[in-house]
């Protein structure tokens, strides 16, 4: 778990970077695809980590709108301001975790049960969707997008056998 959630965090940090020498404009100028834009997706991606996070812990939820954030400044800020408490809850992460139920109460008064490992598996891969969505965006503006390998990152340690 650990390892794919620092995968996109690093992923993440350099696409803050990418969007240092993208005009304000493009960053916010409505896309096809994903929620809307560069900059409302880097937003999204914020938003649905730490929420999912204190979700499945029964704690309240982020309710501010794209709106307050439309500056990279200001979505690298909220990052920062949440990064913390993700970071803790995922490097906190057992087996023991993998399958505690979360009960996920919808509008029209349901109740879903998800496994906390499923819910958290969820998150990692709707950064890696959304990054995907990033950089069919960077090519349209002729840019190259961030490089979203794995191998090479230094994710892993590697142990001698």
């Given at each position: 778990m650990?390892?794919?959630?620092?995968?996109?965090w690093q992923v993440r940090e350099e696409w803050y970077r990418w969007c240092e020498d993208v005009p304000e404009e493009e960053l916010l100028r409505s896309r096809t695809g994903g929620v809307g834009g560069i900059l409302h997706t880097l937003?999204?991606?914020v938003?649905?980590?730490?929420s999912w996070i204190r979700a499945i812990q029964g704690k309240s939820d982020f309710q501010e709108s794209f709106e307050g954030y439309r500056t990279l400044k200001k979505v690298r800020q909220l990052d920062a301001e949440f990064h913390a408490e993700v970071e803790?809850?995922?490097r906190s992460w057992d087996v023991s975790m993998e399958k505690r139920p979360f009960y996920d109460e919808r509008p029209d008064g349901s109740v879903v049960i998800d496994a906390?490992?499923?819910?958290?598996?969820h998150v990692i891969a709707h950064e890696i969707h959304h990054v995907g969505q990033l950089s069919v965006w960077a090519r349209e503006l002729g840019k190259k997008p961030v490089s979203s390998n794995l191998i090479g990152k230094g994710l892993m340690k590697i142990s001698e056998c």
């Open positions: 650990d390892t794919m959630f620092r995968y996109n937003f999204h991606i938003d649905v980590e730490w803790a809850f995922v906390w490992g499923e819910i958290m598996r």
